[in-house]
């Protein structure tokens, strides 16, 4: 596992301690995907509600508060395919 997934999966982790409805991925753009889920942040490349997909700056700038989810959305930073339900819902835990 490498360090941006160690650090991913543990603060995908602690934001999401109290649970998310259904499963989403999160790609990191040349260092793998995290899974979130009901049994919590793991590496993996399961199928999920939805993928999102950004790069390794974006993402650590969503989990550090200095990027919103939404605004990386709208300037093409984040990619999301699937259920953009789910994504609205994992913003406001992420933000």
Known sequence: MSDVIKKAVEALAVK??????????????????????????????DETDVTLTASAETFEGIMNGDVNPTMAFMSGKLKIDGSMSSAMKLASVLG
Not at 20 to 36: T, Y
């Open 16 to 45: 999401t301690a109290g649970g998310i409805d259904g499963s989403a991925k999160f790609v990191i753009e040349g260092e793998g995907s995290v899974v979130i889920d009901g049994d919590g942040a793991r590496e993996g490349d």
